[in-house]
T-cell receptor, first 112, second 110 residues
Framework: DAMVIQNPRYQVTQFGKPVTLSCSQT?????MYWYQQKSSQAPKLLFH???????NEADTPDNFQSRRPNTSFCFLDIRSPGLGDAAMYLC???????????FGPGTRLTVL | GQQLNQSPQSMFIQEGEDVSMNCTSS?????WLWYKQDPGEGPVLLIA?????ELTSNGRLTAQFGITRKDSFLNISASIPSDVGIYFC??????????FGAGTILRVKS
């Protein structure tokens, strides 16, 4: 089945230690998104790639970076995680003009 | 910025009861999406609505796209324990972004 896959599902890191979360998709969608979600709140968009074009949200901290080496993969890099960065990180994909976004299962990040 | 007002914030209902939640906006939307999120998982798309007045069903779920294009509702009939979770409405903003409602937390008492 076509899907969005996130690895790892759970990630523990230390304060200030860089961490990378990964997302892959078999849907062949051209748009990929990264969201941050905290305790029962709505997902908050960090940035998205439309094809190779990177679109950063104005309030996304510089501490968060992303890479999309090809259509199928997208990475979220947190350069120096703080305690406030502990959250669920969700990857989603969509196909251009069609607005349904399909989410992966998420990565739960814990910062010690 | 644009906001979606989702209500109720939470519900605690008896198994077998019907559930209704809704989403309103001050702006017109061309698409309404309803997602369900289980604890520790990502949101799953339940129903997508594309046309004003559209009524769409998915099993025990029924959703409608309001005539004014500023609202949508989701009904769940004969709720069961696995309906527990958070339900989000969402609509597309400019570009490819979604704006989400704050979510409705559904708890079912068996």
């Amino acid at each position: 089945d076509a899907m969005v896959i996130q690895n790892p599902r759970y990630q523990v890191t230390q304060f200030g230690k860089p961490v990378t979360l990964s997302c892959s998709q078999t849907l062949n969608h051209n748009v990929m998104y990264w969201y941050q979600q905290k305790s029962s709140q709505a997902p908050k968009l960090l940035f998205h790639y439309y094809d190779k074009d990177f679109n950063n949200e104005a309030d996304t901290p510089d501490n968060f970076q992303s890479r999309r080496p090809n259509t199928s993969f997208c990475f979220l890099d947190i350069r120096s995680p703080g305690l406030g960065d502990a959250a669920m990180y969700l990857c989603a994909t969509s196909w251009g003009a069609y607005n349904e976004q399909f989410f992966g299962p998420g990565t739960r990040l814990t910062v010690l | 910025g644009q906001q979606l007002n989702q209500s109720p914030q939470s519900m605690f209902i008896q198994e077998g009861e019907d559930v209704s939640m809704n989403c309103t906006s001050s702006s017109i939307f061309n698409t309404w999406l309803w997602y369900k999120q289980d604890p520790g998982e990502g949101p799953v798309l339940l129903i997508a609505l594309y046309k004003a007045g559209e009524l769409t069903s998915n099993g025990r779920l029924t959703a409608q796209f309001g005539i004014t294009r500023k609202d949508s509702f989701l009904n769940i009939s004969a709720s069961i324990p696995s309906d527990v979770g958070i339900y989000f409405c969402a609509g597309p903003m400019y570009g490819n972004k979604l704006v989400f409602g704050a979510g409705t937390i559904l708890r079912v008492k068996s």
